[in-house]
Structure formats: structure tokens, C-alpha cells
């Protein structure tokens, strides 16, 4: 068999065998097929994986390898620059041909671009994939054919359309090389944590694809009957827990599309397509469009009035919120689940969000670091998008008057206060009437719960009255010009 027909397949936020269309098409031309995996931070712009994005990358790639391994395979490791390292491999393997999925990040795309010019000198091939969305960002478009800003007209253009591509099927045995090229250690990429602080996550998560598949049949099975009704309730198995899985590419959107339409015609289901879960994917695709053609937007605002918006800098406030020591129990629940898990259930999300934007008037951008750095499932388009939304600066965000109240939020969503009990064990022994709102018990029964307020838990650092005022007062301002 000609090595001349060897093709290198450079595996990104794709990390899995089961629907990978640029896999599948290296595998089909029938020569060798060379798994690649380059580690490069310093091309994603100003958007390096965060710290838990790393942690999950180590664990990822692991379960990757041992897949390739079963079927006699492997992934070659690499380090340095995306093109000189794709280039280095070709020449030592003989390829002619590179494939990968498409990245519509700013810098990734940048980057992209300059393989292709590179490898594109040496006569080599590059094609490129779908293998991260239903619906690529320039297919979809208003009747003017500019991009969308509205999810809802978004999303049911998206539904009109032709039904999304059925996913591929795991690929069967690739063609192997006699000789693999040189390929670094995992140990030596050096993506886990200098410090322990990842013990929560091993604990919570485990990696990989074959992970995220079975996290998907259980969610099915299970939590998807009662998602709309029970999705907000952060103390509840409510939610898919997918994130992670999706963005690291372990599992694809057709996969879920195609599992969830199965179970639907199981059921007798006709209208899954307008359930909440779907819409929830519909957000993910919105949001990638929106990076797509904004790509200012995980740095700058989408409606440029906010340019002008007078946010504050009180670096101790920003502090006491990343800690967890607001004296709020719903965001500091928040705060340390996210801390200690990698993750944050999307109701709380919302809450610590709006109170970082409109109650501590910290910028947006200081909340959307702080979680590209702690998220395991940290997405550039969704991250830009869930800040802009709930800064009220961003497209199809919610009303600039719009200010989530983590006492009244506490009490609708967690009435019992499990989730805040767990997070938030010193207040454990208040009663349910004072779990959300510590600072309104009277003494006798903050002693009988051991609580001293400033001491073994934090008086609340601004006044939920007051400082919503506030905020509504510099919208004012900044809307009056």
C-alpha cells in the first residue's frame, strides 16, 4: 500500500471515533491513518485553556488513546506550532494529505487558515469537516441575509431547515504505519493542575467518550422525562451534565440529536423538536453563530452603547464573590460548587452572574475569566454568550432592569436548601425560613445553629435594595447618552 496515501488526522475539540466525519474520510481513502494531537495555548489568541479546561484535556486524551490503542492505533502527541509540527509529521510519515474539524473561534480560524497556506507550500492536502454543530453559522441567516441576534427566530430557522446530517458510525480498524513518528508523553504536555486543587473533579467527572455516552442514555432514561420542570432546581439530577462532554467534542450534537429522536418515535413523541432540552442545544448553536460573526464578543460588547457603561473595580468584592464568602448563600453555594467541582448548575450560573453585573457592578469580563478559568466545560461561544445575556449587553439578552434576587431565587428554587446545605455547611442548622436570608434570624437562633454572622459566615457585602438601584441608575445614565 502506497504511503503516499497516509493522511493525518489532527484531533482537537473532537476527541472521540464514533461520528467523526474527518476520521471517517481518512479511513476511507484506505492508506495509513496517523492520529495527531498538538498542544499549542499560544494559538488560541487570548483564550488559552483555562485551568479545569486542562484538567479535563489530560483525562480526555487519555481515554483517547486507550480507544486507538483497542483497535491498534494510537495518538501521537505534540507540542509547539500547529503548522510547523503538522508539516515536521508529514515529511516523516509521508503524508499528503491532513484532515481535521473546523474550530470558529477567531483565533482558531486564524490559525487554521495559516496551516492550510503552510502545508499548501509542501503540496499537501487539507480538508475540513463539520464535526462540532448541527448547523454550520453561515448557512443560517434572516431574510436579509445577515446573521441572527434573536434566538427564537434563530432557532426556528434552524428547524425549518433540513434536518441535521445522521451521524457516523464508529469506524472499524484504521491501517496502522510499520513505524509511528516520535510522540510525547501526556505527562509532558503538562495540563494538570501545579496545585491540588482538582481533587473534586476526579471525584464528579470522568472523561472521555465512552463516559459521555453513557452519560447521554442515562439522561434519557432518566432526568428527560421531567427536564422542563425540574431543570432549575440545582439540587436535583435535573440537568444532562453534557456540557463538558460536547465541548471537548466526546460526543456530538448529532449523537444527542439522533438519541433523542430515537426516543421520542419509542414513545410516540411527534413534537420533540420544540422540547426545552432541544432548545437548550438550539442556545449552543445560537451561540456559535453569534461567535462566528462577532468575533469581538467574548472581549467587547455586542451593543456598542455599553462601551460606555460605568462599571466598577473593587477588586475586594470580586474576591469575596470568586470565594464564596458574599454572605448570600445561593451565589456562594454557586461559587463553591464551582470551585471544587469544575462546574455550576446553569440556574446558579445565572444568579452569581447577575449578581457579579448588577449588584457588585464588577464588568462582565471579570465573571467570564473567572469561569473560562474554573469550568470544566468552558466554551468560548457559550460563555461570551451566558455573560452578555445576563449583563443585558449581548444579543437577545435579557432587560437591562432584569436583576436576579438570590434570596427570592434561593427560595423558589431551593426551598428545602439542600443544594446550599451541601455548599454551604456552616449554616447547615439554620431553619428553612432563614437559609437564604442568615442575616434576618434573630441571635437565639444563630447561636442555636453555631452561626456568629462576620465570623463563621460573612454579612451580606452590599444591600440587595440599594445596590439594584444602583445598577438601574447607571443603565439610566448610560442610555440617556
Not at 459521555?212 to 442514555?217: D, K, Q, T
Not at 462599571?311 to 460548587?337: F, I, K
Request: hydrophobic fraction near 40%; charged fraction near 25%; proline fraction near 8%.
Amino acid at each position: 500500500m502506497s504511503e503516499a496515501r497516509t493522511t493525518i488526522v489532527w484531533f482537537r475539540n473532537d476527541l472521540r471515533l464514533a461520528d467523526h466525519p474527518a476520521l471517517q474520510a481518512a479511513i476511507a481513502e484506505g492508506g495509513k491513518v496517523i492520529p495527531v494531537f498538538i498542544w499549542a495555548p499560544e494559538e488560541e489568541g487570548k483564550w488559552p485553556p483555562g485551568a479545569a479546561s486542562r484538567w479535563w484535556l489530560h483525562h480526555s486524551l487519555e481515554a483517547l488513546d486507550n480507544q486507538l490503542r483497542e483497535l491498534g492505533s494510537r495518538l501521537i502527541l505534540r507540542r509547539g506550532v500547529s503548522a510547523l509540527q503538522l508539516g515536521e509529521l508529514a515529511r516523516q510519515t509521508k503524508a499528503r494529505r491532513v484532515v481535521w474539524s473546523r474550530r470558529y473561534e477567531s483565533a482558531a480560524r486564524e490559525r487554521d487558515l495559516k496551516v492550510e497556506q503552510s502545508l499548501a507550500q509542501e503540496n499537501i492536502e487539507t480538508r475540513t469537516f463539520n464535526g462540532s454543530l448541527l448547523f454550520e453559522p453561515w448557512e443560517i441567516k434572516n431574510r436579509s441575509g445577515n446573521p441572527f441576534r434573536i434566538f427564537t427566530a434563530f432557532w426556528r430557522t434552524c428547524l425549518q431547515g433540513p434536518a441535521p446530517q445522521a451521524p457516523i458510525l464508529a469506524p472499524r480498524r484504521p491501517v496502522s504505519p510499520k513505524t509511528w513518528p516520535r510522540s510525547l508523553r501526556l505527562a509532558e504536555l503538562k495540563l494538570t493542575p501545579s496545585i491540588p486543587w482538582d481533587a473534586g473533579f476526579a471525584k464528579t467527572w470522568r472523561p472521555g467518550c465512552e463516559a459521555g455516552e453513557r452519560a447521554l442514555n442515562r439522561f434519557i432514561a432518566g432526568a428527560l422525562r421531567d427536564y422542563s420542570k425540574v431543570r432549575n432546581e440545582p439540587a436535583a439530577q435535573g440537568t444532562s451534565r453534557l456540557s463538558p462532554h460536547l465541548h471537548f467534542g466526546e460526543i456530538s450534537p448529532r449523537q444527542m440529536w439522533l438519541a433523542l429522536q430515537a426516543h421520542a418515535h419509542s414513545k410516540g413523541i411527534s413534537d420533540w423538536r420544540q422540547s426545552q432540552f432541544v432548545a437548550e442545544l438550539g442556545w449552543r448553536e445560537f451561540a456559535h453563530h453569534l461567535l462566528f460573526h462577532f468575533p469581538q464578543t467574548p472581549e467587547q460588547p455586542l451593543r456598542p452603547e455599553f462601551k460606555k457603561f460605568p462599571w466598577g473595580s473593587d477588586a475586594r468584592l470580586l474576591e469575596t464573590w470568586q470565594q464564596g464568602r458574599t454572605g448570600y448563600p445561593l451565589v456562594d453555594a454557586g461559587m463553591r460548587e464551582l470551585w471544587t467541582t469544575g462546574w455550576m448548575h446553569n440556574r446558579v450560573r445565572m444568579v452569581v452572574a447577575s449578581f457579579l453585573t448588577k449588584n457588585l457592578l464588577s464588568p462582565w469580563q471579570e465573571g467570564a475569566r473567572w469561569f473560562w478559568d474554573t469550568l470544566v466545560d468552558a466554551d468560548l461561544a457559550n460563555n461570551s454568550l451566558g455573560w452578555q445575556w445576563t449583563a443585558g449587553c449581548g444579543a437577545d439578552a435579557a432587560p437591562y432592569f432584569r436583576v436576579f434576587n438570590p434570596v427570592t431565587q434561593g427560595e423558589k428554587f431551593d426551598p428545602c436548601g439542600a443544594y446550599v446545605r451541601r455548599w454551604i455547611p456552616e449554616i447547615a442548622r439554620l431553619p428553612d425560613r432563614f437559609l437564604q436570608r442568615p442575616w434576618e434570624a434573630p441571635p437565639s437562633v444563630l447561636s442555636e445553629a453555631g452561626i456568629t454572622l462576620g465570623r463563621s459566615y460573612p454579612e451580606p457585602v452590599v444591600n440587595l435594595f440599594s445596590s439594584r438601584h444602583a445598577a438601574l441608575d447607571a443603565y439610566a445614565r448610560m442610555r440617556a447618552g
